[in-house]
T-cell receptor
Framework: GIQVEQSPPDLILQEGANSTLRCNFS?????LQWFHQNPWGQLINLFY???GTKQNGRLSATTVATERYSLLYISSSQTTDSGVYFC????????FGTGTSLTVIP | EAGVAQSPRYKIIEKRQSVAFWCNPI?????LYWYQQILGQGPKLLIQ????????DSQLPKDRFSAERLKGVDSTLKIQPAKLEDSAVYLC????????????FGQGTRLTVV
């Protein structure tokens, strides 16, 4: 199966700071998803992005499929951004990364 | 548009008991997934359906876990008998079709086996 690695594994930010989360994958993919897992465990869809850049408010994502990586940018972080961020690539199944645990401190 | 519905939200059972989870996917979604997520880890696929057929159940512990999607719509996942290591969040997801379309997840069922 496809290997998906995320970095950093843990991140602590002061409220208002910016951050970049990275997702590397081992094989060519048609698409990639970013999720935010909230404290109650639900996976919330952030982006569905096969290539290029998408933006949604303070969040944006860029996927460079030819180089097998994707980046999630969080600007002006808020405490509600805390949680675990996963990337996943769809193939025969959805292959999940190991996640980045983000804590935003007031 | 309604999202993926799961029930129950929480369940506490004793080891060796049985438990069942229910999932109703987004209308029109042919592919349905069940994932197990142990605390601190990423979700792990248990089983994947395309309509009412199984696409992949290679990671399903078939001696104790079973799943069905009889009419190609909603699905149930059963554990019998439960073990302590089954304590996890069980996530159901659906997508329009198999092989690369966007997946949407339900709120999950948090199972605690004591």
């Amino acid at each position: 199966g496809i290997q998906v690695e995320q970095s950093p594994p843990d991140l602590i930010l002061q409220e208002g700071a910016n951050s970049t989360l990275r997702c590397n994958f081992s094989d060519s993919v048609n698409n990639l998803q970013w999720f935010h897992q909230n404290p109650w465990g639900q996976l919330i869809n952030l982006f569905y992005i096969p290539s290029g850049t998408k933006q949604n408010g303070r969040l944006s994502a860029t996927t460079v499929a030819t180089e097998r990586y994707s980046l999630l940018y969080i600007s002006s972080s808020q405490t509600t951004d805390s949680g675990v961020y996963f990337c996943a690539v769809p193939g025969n199944q959805f292959y999940f990364g190991t996640g980045t645990s983000l804590t935003v401190i007031p | 548009e309604a999202g993926v519905a799961q029930s129950p939200r929480y369940k506490i059972i004793e080891k060796r008991q049985s438990v069942a989870f229910w999932c109703n996917p987004i209308s029109g979604h042919a592919t349905l997934y069940w994932y197990q997520q142990i605390l601190g880890q990423g979700p792990k696929l248990l089983i994947q359906f395309q309509n009412n057929g199984v696409v992949d159940d290679s990671q399903l512990p078939k001696d104790r876990f079973s799943a069905e999607r009889l009419k190609g719509v909603d699905s149930t996942l059963k554990i019998q008998p439960a073990k302590l290591e089954d304590s996890a969040v069980y996530l159901c997801a659906s997508s329009f079709k198999w092989g690369g379309t966007e997946a949407f997840f339900g709120q999950g069922t948090r199972l605690t086996v004591v």
